[in-house]
């Protein structure tokens, strides 16, 4: 299971952390990553994160602004979102993979968390 939580209302410019708490004792062999969905519009990924942390991809939307961590004896990985916009606004929600190959894509996670509000305000 995934839990993500952190979400909120920020200005713009303003900064928010997210955590995505796994449970179970094989996290550590999980690529991360999270992905958002704005109203009307499809679930989009943000960034991902490779099993031991080695390795990260970020949208073009975002890099310099966001940055996926993980901490695995804590089962838990972090987006650390600073200098937001409005246009970052969405549900966000994480994910869990054993596949690096596609990682970037939407198809292929193997669990998925609940989703947090992230609201950017003008």
């Known amino acids: 299971q995934l839990q993500a939580s952190g979400g909120g209302l920020v200005q713009a410019g303003g900064s928010l952390r997210l955590s995505c708490a796994a449970s179970?004792?094989?996290?550590?062999?999980?690529?991360m990553g999270w992905f958002r969905q704005a109203p009307g519009k499809e679930r989009e990924y943000v960034a991902v994160?490779?099993?031991?942390?080695?390795?990260?991809v970020y949208a073009d939307s975002v890099k310099g602004r966001l940055t996926i961590s993980r901490e695995n004896a804590e089962n838990t990985v972090f987006l650390q979102m600073n200098s937001l916009k409005p246009e970052d606004t969405g549900v966000y929600y994480c994910?869990?993979?054993?596949?690096?190959?596609?990682?970037?894509?939407?198809?292929?996670?193997?669990?998925w968390g609940q989703g947090t509000q992230v609201t950017v305000s003008s």
């Open positions: 179970g004792s094989t996290f550590g062999s999980y690529h």
């Open positions: 994910a869990a993979r054993t596949e690096w190959n596609l990682v970037t894509s939407i198809r292929g996670w193997n669990y």
């Open positions: 994160i490779s099993w031991n942390g080695g390795s990260t």
